[in-house]
Nanobody, 128 residues
Framework: VQLQASGGGLVQTGGSLRLSCTASGFTFEEHAVTWFRQAPGKVREGVAC????????YYADSVKGRFTISSDNAKNTVYLQMNSLKPEDTAVYYC??????????????????????WGQGTLVTVSS
């Protein structure tokens, strides 16, 4: 069972990147999948969650309107499209998944301890 995150890189302010998170050994169906990020010296924060049981998506206020989480079930991949990037978006981004037969709930969706599958992280650097 493994999550593989990719797609990070260096981009200028206002640019875009798309991160990918591909699962092997299980499928994302009946899982909540969340992208977290951790900037140097800061706590890890959840930025976007996809609740596969009902298709709902949730975003942190800091990225709402700029980031979009989506999935391609045929490829067993979840994406994070990041537009209008800002220097404060610079961080290592991680994807994480947890089995959830019901909808993801705000009480736990952005709490890292909820998740038992983690990708290795991909670095996003936004230059000013």
């Amino acid at each position: 069972v493994q999550l593989q995150a990719s797609g990070g890189g260096l981009v200028q302010t206002g640019g875009s990147l798309r991160l990918s998170c591909t699962a092997s050994g299980f499928t994302f169906e009946e899982h909540a999948v969340t992208w977290f990020r951790q900037a140097p010296g800061k706590v890890r924060e959840g930025v976007a969650c996809l609740s596969n049981s009902d298709g709902a998506t949730y975003y942190a206020d800091s990225v709402k309107g700029r980031f979009t989480i989506s999935s391609d079930n045929a490829k067993n991949t979840v994406y994070l499209q990041m537009n209008s990037l800002k220097p404060e978006d610079t961080a290592v981004y991680y994807c994480a998944a947890v089995y959830s037969s019901g909808p993801a709930k705000r009480s736990w969706m952005f709490i890292g301890a909820t998740y038992n599958f983690w990708g290795q992280g991909t670095l996003v650097t936004v230059s000013s």
